[in-house]
């Protein structure tokens, strides 16, 4: 069983381009949460989505930021027209029910020119 | 929402000796606490976590304790090892909030041989 995966590992845009991360959970996780860390930070919960469900997306900035995690297919975080405080590490975490472990994907870090 | 702080935020200890780091939470609503591990550069990994209805848990030479009337919970670690130096989340985790764990903002944790 593989474990999360999460790509691209490293991504550069430039202000005013768009940001597509990818997250495969866990085979069998149908629970995936987002979170953003800064260098030296903590990890700050952005959005938590089960299949087609946005159940908690309250850490997330109201503009540009979305989230979706389809039927089919890997949850994607999208951030439209990019600025250099987006630049951080976007770990993504899957579970297969809730009050249980979340196994953290490789993370992807994103560098905003 | 929920709140969790997290102290010290850095923390050195001796080879051998014990650490000890100290987390407070804001929810009483809370039952679920992790404890994820974060070494430079990777992903977090879960250590180990308690439910609410415990009140200590031990594996091997990590422990931890939770006090639901003073809403905080402690992470104690023996004997410690250089590979035990890392970063150190603990989390909370509650219904009202849809299960999404919050994370406290972390303690460095240098182990000097």
């Known amino acids: 069983n593989a474990g999360v995966m999460q790509n691209p590992r490293h991504l550069v845009r430039r202000r005013g381009q768009e940001a597509r991360l990818r997250c495969s959970p866990m085979?069998?996780?149908?629970?995936v949460y987002w979170y953003r860390q800064l260098p030296e930070e903590g990890l700050k919960f952005m959005v938590y989505l089960q299949k087609e469900n946005i159940i908690d997306e309250s850490g997330m900035p109201k503009e540009r930021f979305s989230a979706e995690f389809p039927k089919e297919g890997p949850s994607i975080l999208r951030i439209q027209q990019v600025v250099r405080g987006d630049s951080a590490a976007y770990f993504c975490?899957?579970?297969?029910?809730?009050?249980?472990?979340?196994?953290f994907g490789p993370g992807t870090r994103l560098t905003v020119l | 929402g929920e709140n969790v702080e997290q102290h010290p935020s850095t923390l050195s200890v001796q080879e051998g000796d014990s650490a000890v780091i100290k987390c407070t939470y804001s929810?009483?609503?809370?039952?679920?606490f992790p404890w994820y591990k974060q070494e430079l550069g990777k992903r977090p990994q879960l250590i180990i976590d308690?439910?609410?209805?415990?009140g200590e848990k031990k594996d091997q030479r990590i422990a931890v304790t939770l006090n639901k009337t003073a809403k905080h919970f402690s992470l104690h670690i023996t004997e410690t090892q250089p590979e035990d130096s890392a970063v150190y989340f603990c989390?909370?985790?509650?219904?009202?909030?849809?299960?999404?764990?919050?994370f406290g903002p972390g303690t460095s944790l240098s182990v000097i041989p």
């Open positions: 085979k069998g996780h149908s629970h």
């Open positions: 308690i439910r609410s209805n415990v």
């Open positions: 989390a909370a985790s509650s219904e009202t909030s849809y299960d999404k764990v919050i």
């Open positions: 929810d009483s609503a809370s039952n679920y």
């Open positions: 975490a899957s579970s297969p029910r809730a009050y249980n472990e979340q196994f």
